[in-house]
């Protein structure tokens, strides 16, 4: 098997469904509360984001249904779990920014990448607004156009 390449950027893992899915407004950093089974994978590149979102309760937030998958040499004596809940690290400003934004009407908190920040690992989470059907229609569109507008400078 292929060793993988390392992102020169220290990216771990994107999710691209979220900027196809919402109009992305603020973005946070946060850090992320893990096991070392987990940091092991993630060095290896094992985590999606497919699925994931912030769940933001009793003052804090955390980050659901992101996939780290165990190596196999990595925890003997750990049971692993994949997708459990893994706390975000934020200051309280920050969370009262989530907090308030939450509230409003069709916005959510998603997590958008996993990334390395010199050795600890850092969660880029997003306030975002849910896009229609049709808003999601009209972005292909406009890149449509704009890639259209590009090839015809370049003739």
């Not at 996993?114 to 999601?136: N, R, S, T």
Request: glycine share 8%; net charge positive; aromatic share 8%.
């Amino acid at each position: 098997m292929a060793k993988q390449k390392k992102h020169p950027s220290g990216t771990i893992a994107l999710n691209k469904k979220a900027k196809h899915d919402y109009f992305i407004e603020q973005t946070f950093e946060a850090g992320i509360a893990l096991s070392g089974w987990e940091v092991k994978s993630l060095r290896a590149g094992k985590a999606q984001l497919v699925d994931s979102y912030v769940l933001l309760k009793d003052g804090e937030a955390w980050l659901m249904g992101a996939h780290i998958t165990p190596l196999p040499q990595a925890s003997t004596h750990v049971i692993a779990d994949p997708i459990r809940t893994r706390k975000l690290l934020l200051h309280k400003n920050e969370l009262g920014k989530l907090f308030g934004g939450v509230q409003q009407k069709g916005y959510a908190c998603v997590c958008t990448a996993l990334y390395w920040k010199q050795h600890l690992v850092k969660c880029e989470i997003a306030l975002a607004k849910g896009k229609k059907e049709f808003d999601k229609r009209q972005v292909e569109k406009d890149r449509d156009w704009a890639r259209e507008k590009q090839r015809a400078m370049h003739k």
